[in-house]
């Protein structure tokens, strides 16, 4: 399944990471109904890109992101498409989305 929706696979992995600070496989296969090993896999690319570190070994893996991202700009003319842009550039985890997600 992990081939036919990368999507909510992702968007899953990022809401946990997002609330709870870290993510197990086995957490992922559960939130989306996908295999333990297809959230693994998912997994796995997001550590072979330096998104993620893993915390562990084995079922009992954690992973916790790796990059942090904070940024200021004026408001005096402030473009959203300016904003996301930079944004999606600098932290990696969101290289994948589209311009317009």
């Known amino acids: 399944m992990h081939a036919r929706h990368p999507s909510r696979?992702?968007?899953?992995?990022?809401?946990?990471?997002?609330t709870?600070?870290?993510?197990?496989?086995?957490?992922?296969?559960?939130?989306?109904?996908?295999?333990?090993?297809?959230?693994h896999h998912h997994l796995a690319k997001l550590y072979s890109t330096g998104d993620v570190e893993r915390v562990g070994a084995g079922r009992?893996?954690?992973?916790?992101?790796?990059?942090?991202f904070e940024r200021q700009w004026p408001l005096s003319g402030l473009l959203e498409e300016g904003v996301w842009r930079e944004t999606r550039e600098a932290v990696?985890?969101?290289?994948?989305?589209?311009?317009?997600a």
């Not at 696979?9 to 997002?18: C, G, K, M, T």
């Not at 009992?60 to 942090?68: G, H, L, Q, W």
């Open 20 to 39: 709870e600070g870290s993510v197990s496989a086995g957490e992922i296969a559960a939130d989306v109904g996908v295999s333990r090993q297809a959230a």
């Open 9 to 18: 696979v992702r968007d899953a992995i990022q809401s946990r990471l997002a």
């Open 60 to 68: 009992s893996t954690r992973y916790v992101r790796t990059s942090t």
């Open 92 to 100: 990696p985890c969101l290289r994948e989305l589209t311009p317009d």
